[in-house]
């Protein structure tokens, strides 16, 4: 770093390396709505040798063109490192500044003096919001940047920065936690409108919920259950209850070696003989199994967020009579060929989990074009009555149960928070893969290889294998010791589980060198850069 000298006693920062493009000119120091900056003349490439146009130091190193301006991270004008100055749009740029018509001291925290109380707000693109009444000044300052992270990202203004990355940390014993989620005044709203309906078990909120995200998949029918691993056990015994070709014990269900504890409980449960198909570089398999005609079931799983390959999948299907089940409950907001996970198959399934895309605390959701499948899990979610499908005719009716079902309905809570979460969905999954291609940014030559992403995933963590098992533990040990939180991706391996003894005969060696060498970091719905930096140069200094 390099001291440029300007007049009024003032210097500016820069980098070495842009030392030889600003030393030929005479800088100035400039004070624009106080603050000051660096200003020269400088020739332009027409007007070589002639005076030139004033132009500030920033706009000069960054190259800004008409109607393009430049941002200061830390808000100081002067300092022209380039990992402090970055091309923005006017927003932007506001969105990173000061406050001037606040009477509190902090950005977006106003003193009403007749209360005696902070109210904070939000302002976005003119549209003010408030986001609380608070006691004291700093607990409005912690929400507007809480607030202010969500809608602002990387160009937010924070009041409290220590204080925000401490609340961050207060969420868990882990300074950077595996998990993360990310609730507004929007959700405590719809906390208070539930409370304020008097009505907790399934009703208007989960019926709302039912139309919006069917309508977000495209599909004809969506039903809401209490969580992801419900929606799998409905998906399966909603085929063993088919009027024609219900499927019985002893078919075959073709399986991904890596998924969920959950993902295979049901099969199981159901008599269901499994066809373990071994993974790919992006953790799910590339193609169906060759196997493929045994099978009367197929279940797929988009793990991660990332999409399968449902091309391949659905050219390979062809007309073959074959129940398609596509589990997608970690896959909520990706997209493949500008489909919705959670468009194909004859049913696919959702979790509202709260460590996953968006966070309901639980949750979990069928979706279907089927009529008949739609009717069954209505039916089978409530205990096998009818009347969630049929109006009574009789007293009778009302209690009429032609199935043996179960009690994995929903709450109005629940999907209250869904429906808020649900419309921010696309900005979580732009925030997370902002975060992680920072992560990739600072991993060149590392010895880790990355879960290969395909098509527009909506990632909730951070996975890659270490070279051997032995690193992995040494790199766990590093990072927890850090107060970095890991974990196992996904499920694992499923035939390295005592559960999956039975089926080892058939061998993935790709998913059990994940099972033995991969690992999972949390990815934040909103920027972490400093954990993520903390996180690599662990993995740095340990492998």
């Known amino acids: 770093m390099k001291e440029i ?97 606040s009477n509190s001291g902090f950005k977006g925290v106003y003193f009403d003096k007749p209360r005696k109380r902070y109210q904070a707000y939000i302002t976005k693109f003119r549209k003010r919001t408030l986001l609380g009444i608070y006691l004291n000044a700093k607990d409005a300052a912690l929400a507007y940047d809480r607030a202010a992270v969500r809608e602002f990202g990387q160009f937010s203004k924070l009041n409290l920065p220590n204080q925000f990355t401490s609340w961050i940390n207060n969420q868990s014993k882990w300074e950077y936690p595996t998990s993360f989620t990310a609730w507004g005044v929007e959700e405590s709203e719809a906390f208070k409108r539930t409370i304020k309906n008097d009505w907790f078990t399934y009703g208007k909120e989960v019926e709302s919920f039912e139309n919006e995200i069917a309508e977000f998949h495209n599909r004809k029918y969506a039903v809401m259950v209490n969580s992801g691993s419900s929606a799998n056990l409905l998906a399966v015994f909603t085929l063993l209850n088919l009027e024609n070709r219900p499927i019985k014990k002893g078919d075959k269900v073709a399986v991904p070696a890596i998924a969920w504890a959950t993902s295979y409980s049901p099969l199981i449960q159901a008599g269901l003989d499994l066809i373990v198909q071994d993974v790919g570089t992006s953790w799910i398999p590339d193609s169906l199994t060759s196997r493929i005609n045994e099978c009367n079931i197929l279940l797929t799983c988009p793990i991660l967020g990332v999409p ?71 039916i089978l979610r409530s205990h096998g009555w009818t009347r969630d499908v049929d ?68 990632p909730f963590g951070i996975a890659f294998t270490c070279e051997t098992k032995e690193d992995r533990a040494r790199l766990v040990t590093a990072l927890r010791s850090n107060g970095i939180d890991c974990r196992l991706p996904t499920g694992g391996s499923f035939t390295k589980h005592p559960y999956g003894a039975r089926w080892r005969d058939q061998k993935t060696p790709n998913a059990d060198r994940i099972h033995d060498a991969g690992l999972f970091l949390g990815l934040a719905p909103f920027p972490i850069p400093h954990l993520i930096e903390k996180a690599v140069k662990v993995i740095k200094d340990t492998l």
């Open 391 to 458: 109006e009574p005719e009789t007293f009778e009716d009302e209690y009429n149960f032609t199935y043996f079902g179960y009690n994995i309905r929903p709450l109005e809570l629940h999907a209250a928070i869904a429906r808020e979460q649900l419309k921010k969905l696309q900005d979580f999954v732009d925030r997370r893969c902002e975060n992680l291609l920072h992560f990739n940014s600072l991993i060149q030559n590392l010895p880790i290889k990355m879960q290969r992403m395909q098509d527009k995933p909506s």
């Open 308 to 378: 399968c390959n449902y091309s391949s999948y659905k050219n390979q299907l062809g007309e073959k009579p074959i129940y398609w089940i596509d589990d997608a409950c970690e896959s909520l907001g990706a997209t493949y060929k500008n489909n919705p996970v959670g468009s194909y198959g004859l049913m696919s399934t959702l979790s509202l989990f709260m460590s996953h895309q968006i966070s309901a605390i639980e949750g979990g959701v069928v979706l279907t074009d089927d009529f008949e499948c739609y009717r069954l899990c209505k």
């Open 5 to 101: 000298p300007l007049t009024q006693g003032k210097v500016a920062l820069i980098d070495d390396e842009d030392f030889e493009l600003i030393y030929p000119y005479s800088w100035v120091a400039c004070k624009t709505d106080k603050k000051w900056y660096a200003r020269a003349r400088v020739p332009n490439s027409l007007n070589t040798g002639k005076t030139g146009k004033l132009i500030s130091m920033h706009r000069f190193l960054m190259k800004a063109g008409k109607g393009e301006e430049v941002d200061h991270k830390d808000g100081n004008g002067l300092n022209n490192t380039r990992d402090n100055i970055r091309k923005s749009t006017s927003s932007q740029n506001k969105w990173n500044s000061k406050d001037r018509g």
